[in-house]
Nanobody, 126 residues
């Protein structure tokens, strides 16, 4: 079992920055990858970024590449998502999720993630 909880979401103006956190408990944190996904009103949940269990490998969606940075602190059981140059189209509920299936790798498909946090709202105004 893994429990996840996101924090750090709030309202911000376009061009601003936010840092989201995903705190985990339960299973050994360094044994699974963590992905971030987001869902805007009326849209499907979409992949944003993922980090491997060691933190050595990451993969970003094209829409956030160069603006968002993912990192993890395995000593603190926490993954961070630094979001810079925010745009109104980044407005969504952001979710972190645990991928226990790929060992040192990770999946980009949300249906392959095993545990999800409740989400945190990010609103970017123009």
């Amino acid at each position: 079992q893994v429990q996840l909880e996101e924090s750090g979401g709030r309202s911000v103006q376009a061009g601003g920055s936010l840092r989201l956190s995903c705190a985990a408990s339960g299973r050994t944190f360094s044994s699974y990858a963590i992905g971030w996904f987001r869902q805007a009103p009326g849209k499907e949940r979409e992949f944003v970024v993922v980090i491997s269990r060691s933190g050595e490998r990451t993969y970003y969606a094209d829409s956030v590449k160069g603006r968002f940075t993912i990192s993890r602190d395995n000593a603190k059981n926490t993954v961070y998502l630094q979001m810079n140059s925010l745009k109104p189209e980044d407005t969504s509920v952001y979710y972190c999720a645990a991928d226990l299936n790929y060992g040192s790798g990770f999946s980009l498909r949300l249906n392959e993630y095993d545990y999800w946090g409740p989400g945190t709202q990010v609103t970017v105004s123009s």
